[in-house]
């Protein structure tokens, strides 16, 4: 399967040699070891892709340029936003990453009273870093040229408070009242979908009755508890299958 990297605009004309980026040198040349000839794909996360080839290398640079642009979109009818709170450290790249790979349009990280991960403002924006390389690599690998949308790190309460209240289609997963998806199967919701994911010890009563003033629908995806890094991509593949591209 030939190579995509993430490259943002603006680009070089057609034909036109450019300097590759740090990144994409350290990953093409340095790790996957294209030479000059070999093909790879450059996307820009707005949608517009283009055909590239090396044309020289040097120890620490190289040169590529562009051969051809299209606009090429992988992107599902639904817009989902999944509002995750923080899982620890593996757990929650792991999800970001399958949720990219689903489809979702947005991920909003929560701090949440019983979350098990408490971030200072130095590391949150460490961890923002990091997860948005992780964004990038998601969508080179799963075919997508439009990037999801990454939120820093915000508290669950400050989060449902700025939501506005029919903005979109909101469901929680929760045990309490909840109502089975598949009943949900019609209307499909003409709204952007959003999710929202207690941490592993779930949602407090003040959250819970906050997310439900908020109108977030609790509902449940089967009889077995999901663990947290788990339930928003069940959700979003659920979702997909009822109403999306799958």
Not at 30 to 46: E, K, M
Not at 194 to 200: R, S, W
Not at 209 to 225: C, E, M, V
């Given at each position: 399967?030939?190579?995509?990297?993430?490259?943002?605009?603006?680009?070089?004309?057609?034909?036109?040699?450019?300097?590759?980026?740090?990144?994409?040198?350290?990953?093409?040349?340095?790790?996957?070891?294209?030479?000059?000839?070999?093909?790879?794909?450059?996307?820009?996360?707005?949608g517009?892709?283009?055909?590239?080839?090396?044309?020289?290398?040097?120890?620490?640079?190289?040169?590529?340029?562009?051969?051809?642009?299209?606009?090429?979109?992988?992107?599902?009818?639904?817009?989902?936003?999944?509002?995750?709170?923080?899982?620890?450290a593996?757990?929650?790249?792991?999800?970001?990453?399958?949720?990219?790979?689903?489809?979702?349009?947005?991920?909003?990280?929560?701090?949440?009273?019983?979350?098990?991960?408490?971030?200072?403002?130095?590391?949150a924006?460490?961890?923002?870093?990091h997860?948005?390389?992780?964004?990038?690599?998601?969508?080179?690998?799963?075919?997508?040229?439009?990037?999801?949308?990454?939120?820093?790190?915000?508290p669950?309460?400050?989060?449902?408070?700025?939501?506005?209240?029919?903005?979109?289609?909101?469901?929680?997963?929760?045990?309490?009242?909840?109502?089975?998806?598949?009943?949900?199967?019609?209307?499909?919701?003409?709204?952007?979908?959003?999710?929202?994911?207690?941490p592993?010890?779930?949602?407090?009563?003040?959250?819970?009755?906050?997310?439900?003033?908020?109108?977030?629908?609790?509902?449940l995806?089967?009889?077995?508890?999901?663990?947290?890094?788990?339930?928003?991509?069940?959700?979003?593949?659920?979702?997909?299958?009822?109403?999306?591209?799958?």
């Amino acid at each position: 399967m030939i190579s995509r990297f993430y490259l943002p605009q603006p680009w070089a004309a057609l034909n036109t040699p450019f300097t590759l980026s740090d990144d994409i040198f350290r990953h093409a040349i340095t790790v996957l070891r294209l030479r000059v000839g070999d093909t790879f794909v450059v996307f820009d996360g707005a949608g517009q892709t283009a055909q590239a080839h090396v044309v020289s290398v040097e120890k620490k640079s190289a040169q590529a340029q562009l051969t051809s642009m299209a606009q090429h979109s992988v992107e599902s009818n639904l817009h989902i936003t999944l509002a995750q709170c923080l899982s620890s450290a593996d757990k929650m790249d792991w999800t970001i990453e399958k949720a990219v790979e689903l489809g979702v349009n947005r991920i909003v990280p929560l701090f949440s009273a019983r979350s098990q991960i408490k971030l200072s403002a130095e590391r949150a924006e460490k961890k923002t870093e990091h997860w948005q390389r992780i964004v990038l690599a998601a969508c080179a690998q799963s075919g997508r040229n439009t990037l999801p949308e990454l939120s820093a790190p915000m508290p669950l309460n400050a989060f449902l408070s700025s939501e506005k209240p029919n903005d979109s289609y909101k469901l929680m997963l929760h045990p309490r009242n909840a109502h089975p998806l598949k009943s949900l199967v019609a209307p499909r919701p003409t709204q952007a979908i959003m999710v929202l994911i207690g941490p592993e010890a779930g949602f407090d009563d003040n959250e819970f009755n906050n997310a439900q003033a908020a109108q977030f629908t609790p509902t449940l995806i089967g009889p077995r508890i999901l663990r947290t890094e788990s339930a928003g991509l069940a959700t979003i593949a659920a979702l997909q299958t009822m109403w999306g591209d799958f």
